[in-house]
């Protein structure tokens, strides 16, 4: 078992950047690849960023791409996702999530752990 939790959102106004944190305990000495998804009000959850076991292999929706970096690290068992640029679109509750794998994946549904979430509000 992993135990994913989230931290560092918050309400930040448009063209603020904020970090989030997730960090691992539990089972951890597996190797995981791990995942930033987002869901808003009344939308399903979507997929922002996944970075591999190794950290070297990233990708992100387009939606994101260019203003957000997905990255480990050094102990690997903490994720993090620095947002540039913010928009109001941005605005979410983010999840970290762990897949028992070495290789990212877009899919939400190969993630095998889920954190509790952490608000991000983006004022215009």
């Known amino acids: 078992q992993v135990q994913l939790v989230e931290s560092g959102g918050g309400l930040v106004q448009a063209g603020d950047s904020l970090r989030l944190s997730c960090e691992a305990s539990?089972?951890?000495?597996?190797?995981?690849?791990m995942g930033w998804f987002r869901q808003a009000p009344g939308k399903e959850r979507e997929f922002v960023a996944t970075i591999s076991w190794s950290g070297g292999i990233a990708y992100y929706s387009d939606s994101v791409k260019d203003r957000f970096t997905i990255s480990r690290g050094n102990a690997k068992n903490t994720v993090y996702l620095q947002m540039n640029s913010l928009k109001p679109e941005d605005t979410a509750v983010y999840y970290c999530?762990?897949?028992?794998?070495?290789?990212?994946?877009?899919?939400?549904?190969?993630?095998?752990?889920w954190g509790q979430g952490t608000q991000v509000t983006v004022s215009s």
């Open positions: 999530a762990a897949d028992a794998t070495l290789w990212p994946t877009r899919d939400r549904g190969k993630y095998d752990y």
């Open positions: 539990g089972r951890t000495s597996s190797p995981y690849a």
